[in-house]
């Protein structure tokens, strides 16, 4: 009886770390960029009276840091769409490269970022299981199309692309070209396996979904 209440309260804890803990991150990395975006607040409130604004001395007004810093970005994302500002950031990028400790930093930065926001997932039909890169060794890939024209011809059976990310830099990979029987298809779905790969396999969405599911049935 003792076991079986520690273990219901165990599970109870468990679900409620799950739902709690994404929430508790969330809100403190938005309490962490508001704070500190709008700690530039007195100093944008500043650069608009001495623009000749009638603001009063010492006023602040609530959240400008934060909107003239998002505004700021976006006209830096502006300027770095065409020629001139393209040609500018790989010029600063070729400076960074050369500082040893910065450029580890920044070019980590890098990439993760750019896992978050260059990787389309629509180019994806479905999410397998591949041999790869021997036999008896599995990797994540994502069928992208049937293979046609040259290589469909140079191979015996017809087969498929299959693209095999990197972690946890999905936007770089392997290009394979499989026969379809040899792909194990899973049942995750596209956005799912990219989160599975970002995580280095931590973050397994079907575990996850299966555990919710079993505390929905107790």
Not at 90 to 105: A, D, S
Not at 167 to 189: A, R, V, Y
């Amino acid at each position: 009886m003792f076991f079986k209440v520690k273990k219901k309260l165990k599970t109870i804890f468990i679900t409620g770390l799950l739902i709690t803990l994404p929430i508790a991150i969330t809100l403190f990395i938005l309490k962490f960029l508001f704070r500190n975006l709008d700690a530039l607040s007195p100093t944008f409130t500043q650069l608009l009276i001495r623009m000749g604004v009638p603001i009063p001395e010492g006023y602040r007004i609530p959240f400008i840091g934060v909107f003239m810093t998002l505004f700021i970005i976006f006209l830096i994302g502006v300027f770095v769409n065409n020629i001139f500002g393209r040609q500018l950031v790989l010029l600063g990028e070729m400076i960074v490269q050369k500082i040893p400790f910065f450029r580890r930093i920044y070019s980590g930065t890098k990439q993760i970022v750019s896992s978050f926001t260059s990787v389309d997932t629509k180019s994806f039909n479905m999410v397998v299981l591949i041999e790869f890169p021997r036999r008896g060794a599995y990797a994540l890939g994502f069928v992208t199309s049937e293979s046609k024209g040259e290589i469909q011809k140079k191979t015996a059976d017809n087969v498929l692309n299959v693209f095999v990310p990197t972690t946890p830099n999905p936007t770089s990979g392997f290009l394979i070209f499989s026969p379809p029987e040899e792909l194990i298809e899973l049942s995750m779905t596209i956005e799912e396996g990219v989160k599975y790969v970002i995580s280095g396999g931590i973050v397994d969405p079907i575990a996850t979904k299966e555990f919710q599911k079993k505390q929905d049935v107790d």
